[in-house]
């Protein structure tokens, strides 16, 4: 029961680029996307979310991109800078229930100095 | 600032042997959560309380997995008796007034069962 999918585990990008980490989902009945990046040791900490009312949300050098025909989601880092090597995961929620989130297995993003 | 403070950090336990996992929240929230993460795995839904009762359950909350709110502040995950299969990070979330608001992790409390 994969309903969020993460293809990439892994990505390096030298300091200063673009990342760029994509999430896929199935469930046509999410409404509410999320990233949250993860050092070892801590808890899942909240970048950004997404409403599916939107097609774009951006926080600071931080953009999260929804594509709903594809349920593809993208989160956009830039400049990126090597405190933002850390794990992150992408969660999505449906509007009725409890809010409860779906993860995504997640991709370990290495920014190099 | 961390809005959740979980304790303890690390738990180890025999096998069989019950164990409390306790999330105390800085401020008045109203949805609970627990998640666990079984190592090199993905973050997994355990159950949701709100207004002092279970809203909603995974298949992995089975019988042996119980939450409360004792005293109205700190919030617990009571495993019964524990199986191997238990040892992960457990991780407590809180939102405040609105379910449409992110929701807020602890550092998570590391449960090894020997």
């Known amino acids: 029961d994969q309903q969020v999918k993460q293809n990439s585990p892994s990505l390096s990008v030298q300091e200063g680029r673009i990342s760029i980490l994509n999430c896929d989902y199935t469930?046509?009945?999410?409404?509410?996307f999320l990233w949250y990046k993860k050092y070892p040791a801590e808890g899942p900490t909240f970048l950004i979310s997404i409403s599916s009312i939107k097609d774009k949300n951006e926080d600071g050098r931080f953009t999260v991109f929804l594509n709903k025909s594809a349920k593809h989601l993208s989160l956009h880092i830039v400049p990126s800078q090597p405190g933002d090597s850390a794990v992150y995961f992408c969660a999505a929620s449906e509007a009725s229930g409890t809010y409860k989130y779906i993860f995504g297995t997640g991709t370990r993003l290495k920014v190099l100095a | 600032e961390p809005e959740v403070t979980q304790t303890p950090s690390h738990q180890v336990t025999q096998m069989g042997q019950e164990v409390i996992l306790r999330c105390v929240p800085i401020s008045n929230h109203l949805y609970f959560y627990w998640y666990r993460q079984i190592l090199g795995q993905k973050v997994e839904f355990l159950v949701s309380f709100y207004n002092n009762e279970i809203s909603e359950k995974s298949e992995i909350f089975d019988d042996q997995f119980s939450v409360e709110r004792p005293d109205g502040s700190n919030f617990t995950l009571k495993i019964r008796s524990t199986k191997l299969e238990d040892s992960a990070m457990y991780f407590c979330a809180i939102t405040q007034e609105d379910k449409n608001q992110p929701q807020h992790f602890g550092d998570g409390t590391r449960l090894s069962i020997l």
């Open positions: 469930n046509s009945m999410f409404d509410y």
